[in-house]
C-alpha cells in the first residue's frame, strides 16, 4: 500500500521512509490529521499536495537535468529552513551539520541567505563569510559589487570586508531608520504590561512575538499595535508564525532581494542562470513567485503539511533541506570544473 501511493508521487520508499513516517507523528502532534493502522502512514491530504509539489529529493536527477550550462545560484531562508522553529527566537541556531552543507554549497555555486531578521542576526546565527546575507525581508542586503546595476545608487553603499574585497550594501528602507528606531521604543513601553510579548529588533522591521502570550492578552496586544502603527502611516502591520511583523510600507520584498542579488551577481535577463530557492515562509512566496514569473529555476517549499503555495518543489523540514544541499554540492564538486569562490 504505502509503495503505491509512494509510486503515485514518484517517490522510493528506501530514503523517504524514515522522514514520511515521522511526519505522521508531526501531523499527529499538530492535530487534525487522523491517525492509521498503516506501518508507513502517511496523510492523503498531503500525498495529493506533494503530487503537485514532488520532492525536491526524489526529484533531484529530473531537477538538476536542467542546469547543463546554466549557473545554479542558491537562496536559503534561515529560520524553519536552515534551523528548526523554536520557541526562543533568540535560540534559533542551526546545528553543525547544517553549517557544513551551507558552507559546501557556497563553495560551488553563489549562495544567499534572505531573512527576516536582521542581517547582522543570521549571520551571528550562520558565522560563513562565503554567503551573501539580505536582512529585514530583503530590506538590508549584502551583495557582490558590480560596476552598473538598475537600482538607485543613494541607497547602496560600496565596502570592503577584511582581506580588502568589495562589497555593497543595499538598503532601499535607510530612509525610514530613524522612523523604525522611535516605533522600537514606543512598542516596548505599549506592550510592556503585557506578560510573554517579546520584541525583536530587526532593524529595518520589528517584530512582536507573541508565542508565550496567554489567549486572553492577545486582543489586548493586537490593539496596541494597531494603534501604534495608525500613528505610522508609512508603515504596516503582517503576521507571520505567532508574530506580528512592523514593515516600512515600500514595495519590497523577500522576492526583490532575489531579483537585485541576481543583478548583482551578473544574471539580469540571462538565460544561463538556473537560481533556486528554499523557504517555509508567507514570505517565501513572494521569492518563489519571481522565480514562477521568470520561468526559471526551482522554487521549492519546506512544509510538513499541505499549503497552497507558489513553489514547484517541497522538503519535509530542516533535515531534508540539509539532505538536498548536500547531494547538490556533491553534484556541484563533480560537475562544475571550476568551483566557485567568493
Ligand atoms: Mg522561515
Not at 84 to 111: G, H, K, L, Y
Not at 166 to 187: C, G, Y
Request: with cysteine; charged share 25%.
Amino acid at each position: 500500500m504505502a509503495t503505491r501511493l509512494y509510486d503515485a508521487i514518484g517517490m522510493k520508499p528506501s530514503s523517504q521512509t524514515e522522514s514520511m513516517s515521522k511526519s505522521k507523528h508531526d501531523h499527529v502532534a499538530d492535530g487534525g490529521y487522523a491517525t492509521t493502522s498503516e506501518p508507513v502512514a502517511v496523510d492523503q491530504n498531503y500525498i495529493s499536495w506533494m503530487a503537485k509539489h514532488p520532492s525536491a529529493l526524489s526529484s533531484f536527477n529530473r531537477m538538476i537535468s536542467g542546469a547543463k550550462g546554466k549557473q545554479i545560484v542558491v537562496f536559503l531562508d534561515y529560520d524553519g529552513t536552515l534551523s528548526p522553529i523554536v520557541s526562543d527566537p533568540e535560540c534559533a541556531f542551526m546545528s553543525d551539520q547544517m553549517r557544513a552543507a551551507v558552507r559546501d554549497i557556497s563553495n560551488c555555486f553563489p549562495t544567499a541567505i534572505i531573512s527576516g531578521r536582521s542581517r547582522e542576526k543570521v549571520y551571528e546565527f550562520v558565522k560563513l563569510d562565503s554567503v551573501y546575507y539580505s536582512g529585514s525581508h530583503g530590506l538590508d542586503t549584502i551583495g557582490p559589487a558590480l560596476k552598473t546595476n538598475s537600482y538607485d545608487k543613494s541607497y547602496q553603499k560600496r565596502s570592503f570586508d577584511n582581506e580588502g574585497k568589495e562589497f555593497i550594501v543595499f538598503q532601499p528602507a535607510h530612509d525610514f531608520l530613524p522612523a523604525v528606531k522611535k516605533m522600537l521604543t514606543e512598542v516596548k513601553e505599549r506592550t510592556q504590561s503585557i506578560p510573554g510579548v517579546a520584541i525583536e529588533d530587526n532593524r529595518f522591521c520589528l517584530s512582536v512575538h507573541y508565542r508565550h502570550v496567554k489567549d486572553e492578552d492577545y486582543g489586548r496586544l493586537e490593539e496596541e499595535v494597531k494603534l501604534m502603527l495608525a500613528n505610522h502611516p508609512d508603515f504596516h502591520g503582517t503576521r507571520g508564525k505567532k508574530v506580528l511583523e512592523i514593515r516600512p510600507s515600500i514595495k519590497w520584498n523577500k522576492g526583490d532581494a532575489l531579483k537585485y542579488l541576481l543583478e548583482s551577481l551578473g544574471f539580469h535577463d540571462s538565460c544561463n542562470v538556473l537560481p533556486i530557492y528554499i523557504g517555509d515562509d508567507r514570505t517565501d512566496e513572494d521569492a518563489f513567485k519571481v522565480l514562477r514569473e521568470r520561468g526559471e529555476g526551482y522554487p521549492i517549499i519546506v512544509s510538513s503539511t499541505p499549503r497552497d503555495t507558489m513553489a514547484l518543489y517541497s522538503l519535509h523540514n530542516p533535515s531534508e533541506v540539509q539532505s538536498f544541499l548536500t547531494r547538490l554540492s556533491r553534484w556541484g564538486f563533480d560537475n562544475t570544473s571550476v568551483a566557485h569562490h567568493q
